[in-house]
């Protein structure tokens, strides 16, 4: 590797230090300045006498610590020999959760690239613009998924495609030392360019340093799931989402555990896999947990020990009614993209039900006005947080909104009450404004969802010339119950009877289904244009 070479895009590309948001509780942290996180995840584990423990399993194969060592060694030297990466450079990677994905990004970690990640539901026209933004010159691609990234390529900087999966990648691999020396990287250097979901349409790219990697396993996994070697995560969102590169990657490997990746992890799939490889510690979001509720038999979650829950805001009558059937209690939790994970989280033994909890060790929260001025319990504001990661948008105007006074302002709405617990009311663009009154979609929706009619819901304003905004219902039903007149009576009805009668929704529509990211959020802002 030449040492000397450096691409410094990223560093380049960062906020200027005015608008950085205050990094706070770091000191405790002690990082020493030299830190390559991927050192820390793999080869201590290899080290430690974890070598020959399980790290990944899949349904085809199950592989331990010392093989991913050994083929994120190989895979680094291709990417340095044989394509010339330098540290530094941007390495797009496109593949569904497998052993393979994880192998690509230890080895661009391990060289002192940069990863970003791909969502393998993107089209040629988003992957176009993360190569755009990222200044991609290098791809590592699943077969499968290469002719939307072959069409983004055209027209772009990207130059080099490597493919895996069928024998071009492994026979340049197999012909490389297992032993690769790891780019002396600085803790505070990016390793990762995390691009938002795309709830709002416009996606931005955050970026991490090696340091945050570990810190998100310090602040939220250690202290609160408290996962041992014997645990097995298992989950639902794509390790290209910061979410499942947590808690299906990253979380598991710092404590030294296993992970079970799945391709596909829809309910019933994640339901039988939680079965056959009897996962303890369980990461899906509030529509999944919904769905498995009608699914669930006694015993196929005898293994769990520890349910995991964001994304979304977790409705009350979801938690409830989980808990009533299995007996486990789910651990909700907020985190976003631009502080890479859950940053406030319920505990177990500290759970008060439909709250998000309090903030995870290291960060602080607060609520606070238009002004910036923190606001007293009960009332609802903006959720300022602040803590030893953080927001640093990529070459973004939009890192003036989100960072303020040193704080990163969530796009959350929230209350907190007198015991310090937060309550979540509403992404601040999903609060609706009609006739004067305030009024958060999520809380419709939770109304609706305790209706045995409803199988999910989502409530957006649309533009009304007498109120400002209407309250509008998109709502799926239970199969084999259809939407008439009447039911849509009985649903309003049944808001009224729960909420405060002027947050009912006035319009409301039956649909087959709801517009999601990759991730499983729902993309309201589909349906306000609809």
């Known amino acids: 590797m030449t040492k ?22 770091l000191a405790e942290l002690d990082y020493p300045e030299k830190l390559n996180c991927a050192k820390n995840f793999l080869d201590d584990a290899v080290a430690e006498g974890f070598g020959q423990h399980l790290v990944i399993i899949t349904p085809e194969e199950e592989y331990t610590y010392a093989r991913l060592q050994k083929d994120a060694n190989k895979l680094a030297h291709v990417l340095v020999d044989d394509c010339g990466l330098i540290p530094g450079n941007r390495v797009l990677l496109r593949a569904p959760n497998s052993y393979t ?20 539901l993107f089209r040629a026209k988003e992957l176009r613009v993360m190569i755009e933004k990222a200044q991609i010159k290098i791809a590592l691609c699943d077969v499968r998924l290469k002719d939307e990234l072959e069409s983004a390529q055209a027209d772009s ?32 250097d990016t390793c990762l360019i995390a691009f938002t979901s795309g709830t709002t ?119 409830d009614s989980w808990q009533a059937k299995t007996g486990l209690e789910i651990l909700d939790g907020i ?13 177990t033994g500290d759970i008060r039900p439909g709250s998000t909890g309090k903030p995870v060790a290291g960060y602080e929260a607060k609520v606070v006005d238009e002004e910036g001025n923190e606001v007293p319990p009960g009332t609802t504001g903006k959720l300022a947080v602040r803590g030893p990661t953080g927001c640093r948008y990529l070459a973004d105007e939009r890192q003036k909104k989100y960072v303020q006074n040193g ?88 808001v009224k009877n729960s909420i405060a009668p002027y947050k009912y929704p006035r319009a409301l529509e039956f649909v087959d289904s709801l517009p999601k990211t990759e991730t499983g959020k729902i993309q309201r802002f589909k349906l306000r244009e609809s």
């Not at 994905?101 to 080895?107: K, L, T």
């Not at 130059?159 to 340049?172: P, R, T, V, Y």
């Open 201 to 319: 349409g416009n996606p931005k790219g955050t970026m991490h340093y090696h340091r945050d990697m570990l810190t998100i396993c310090r602040a939220y996994s250690e202290p609160i799931l408290a996962p041992k070697p014997k645990d097995r995560f298992i989950g639902s969102p794509p390790l290209a989402f910061t979410f499942g590169l947590g808690g299906q990657l990253l979380f598991p490997m710092y404590a030294r555990s296993s992970t079970i990746l799945l391709e596909q992890a829809t309910p019933d799939l994640l339901l039988l896999a939680i079965k056959k490889h009897e996962a303890s510690i369980v990461f899906t979001s509030p529509t999944a947990y919904r769905f498995l509720l009608s699914e669930l038999k006694d015993g196929d979650l005898s293994s769990v020990r520890t349910c995991v829950s964001a994304g979304e805001t977790l409705a009350k009558p979801t938690w």
């Open 101 to 120: 994905m994880a192998v690509c990004w230890f080895s661009v970690v391990k060289a002192g690239g940069i990863a970003v990640s791909a969502m393998p």
């Open 407 to 494: 704080w990163n302002l969530t796009g959350d709405a929230y209350q907190m009450d007198e015991d310090g617990y937060y309550w979540f009311k509403a992404r601040t663009d999903d609060m609706i404004i009609s006739s004067g009154y305030n009024i958060a979609g999520p809380e419709v929706e939770t109304a609706l969802l305790a209706h045995q009619a409803v199988v999910e819901c989502a409530v957006v304003g649309v533009l009304d010339a007498q109120r400002g905004s209407l309250v509008k219902a998109f709502v799926v039903l239970q199969q084999g119950i259809s939407g008439d007149a009447a039911l849509i009576k009985e649903l309003q009805d049944f």
């Open 335 to 347: 985190g976003s993209t631009e502080l890479l994970h859950i940053f406030m989280s319920s505990r």
């Open 4 to 25: 000397s070479l450096r691409d410094t895009f990223a560093k380049d590309n960062l906020p200027p230090p005015e608008q950085f948001p205050e990094f706070s509780n």
């Open 157 to 188: 900087m990207l130059d080099q495609i490597l493919l895996f999966g069928g024998s071009e990648l492994e026979e340049k691999m197999s012909a490389k030392p297992e032993i690769f020396e790891n780019c002396p990287t600085n803790s505070a």
